[in-house]
């Protein structure tokens, strides 16, 4: 069975910076593609970055571009969200998603997965 984990999440001042990371477990065969969410207090879910294993490409929301950055590890099982110039508007629960394929009995399966989500706060 697939498993994200995040961790990594907590207390911050502007400017300051965090390192989040989502770990993949299970029968994986391959990640399609890694992406990180934010849900701000009261506000909906919304796409941060996304980088494709295959070709390392890394794609981010323009209000987080130049400041945040995607690091990857154990084959891409292990991802990081570096944050750095934090600001209060980054507060959020940041959420780890994988799209991937893993065995599921006999077969293998392609399907999204989601982390438990980290909380993010930025103190002004």
């Known amino acids: 069975q697939v498993q994200l984990v995040e961790s990594g999440g907590g207390l911050a001042q502007t400017g300051g910076s965090l390192r989040l990371s989502c770990t993949a477990s299970g029968n994986i065969l391959n990640i399609y593609s890694l992406k990180w969410y934010r849900q701000p207090p009261g506000k909906q879910r919304e796409l941060v970055a996304t980088v494709t294993p295959f070709n390392g490409t890394r794609n981010f929301a323009e209000f987080v571009k130049g400041r945040f950055t995607i690091a990857s590890g154990n084959a891409w099982t292990t991802v990081y969200l570096q944050m750095s110039d934090l600001k209060p508007k980054d507060t959020a629960v940041y959420y780890c998603?994988?799209?991937?394929?893993?065995?599921?009995?006999?077969?293998?399966?392609?399907?999204?997965?989601w982390g438990q989500g980290t909380q993010v706060t930025v103190s002004s």
């Open positions: 998603n994988a799209d991937l394929s893993a065995k599921n009995g006999d077969l293998y399966e392609r399907d999204q997965y």
